[in-house]
């Protein structure tokens, strides 16, 4: 059988020798406790499981949904004005079966073989993949502890900057855990004008940010909607992730070749997620600001104990996650997450796994309550590790 080179183009699995070792576990009735993956274990607020199940029982529902409805983007526009202050037309909304699927769209209707594209390292994985997919070269800025875990355009070489067709940028930032501030968003802003690139800001975090600070939009600063476009995803906030419920907002043209080559090869969004969509994005937002607080009662369990057994203060400003330096000068992040497997029954993500610049650092996904985070803190203390 022929595969296509662009197979090639993706890493081994990293997670591959860990999958393997948590199947041993398994197999002799051993334990885990996994914050490896950030799927949130909070169920999604009732009033979107009875537009889910509404909706399941509308024969219209079960047809093609061939265009994003009226409604939901009349919907996405309000919530925008209303959450964010930002007022987008509908021809500036369009659906995408999950940020994860749209960023790998997006950059097919962006960019060709041999394009340039700003890629953060660390990152989510489908930043980087997407590129690669797309035949593109990433040409990665560092998210490290140098650099405030945020980017810093003013080390970015002129000539790449020019040569760059456009810049993933997403904060709160998975997996480093720093947030935005205005200063910085305006200066991508610059940065993006002056370079004439698009900025592509992922807000998969707004509404899980600590410690008072806001989570807003990219698209709330002033010339944004002219440089850029944002992907917003319910997956997280309203705990929807199997759902596949995101959206792609900003600059008209970007959203039209995005609708543009999406209509080839897919439909729309299924009508009964538009249906859940409409439910969340037009109730009140109670549920989401306390789920943030209790998200916030898990990095405090989780970074106060850690604290406690000896390691560095993570870098936990935002996100589901925590990103944590591993302690007594270790700096091999897979090893490391082996042996916590091994002697703990904890599974983490490895930093590497993020990029080069993750190495020396691991990620703990806040899946689990508090008290259960307190006890990772002790078997972690009790390890040796
Ligand atoms: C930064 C970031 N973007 C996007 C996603 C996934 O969003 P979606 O479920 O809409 O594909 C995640 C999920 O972990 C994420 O961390």
Redesign the pocket.
Known sequence: MHFSARLDRFGSEVFAALKELRMKREAQGLAVIDLSI?TPDFEPPAHLVEAYAQAARDPECWKYAIVDTPEMLQAVCSYYERRFGVQVSPDMVCS?H??????GMLALALVDEGDTVLVPDPC?P??QNAVLLSGATPWYYPLSRETGFVPRVSDIPAEVADAARYMVV?LP??PVGSIGTPELYRELIAFAREHDLLIVH?N??SDIIYDGAQGGSFLAYEGAAEVGVE?F????SFNV?GL???YLVGRPDVIAAFKRLHSQIDFGMPLPQQRVAIAALTWPLDSVRAQCALYQERRDALCDGLVAAGWERPNAQG?M?VWAKLPHGREDSLGFAMELMERTGVIVTPGASFGPHGEGYVRFALVQPPERLREVCELIAASGL
Do not use: H, P
């Open positions: 950030g995408a999950g940020t994860q699927e749209g960023m989510y489908v930043f997403s930032a998975n992922d998969a975090y992907f995803s319910l997956s997280k992730t596949r419920i995101s996100t996650f």
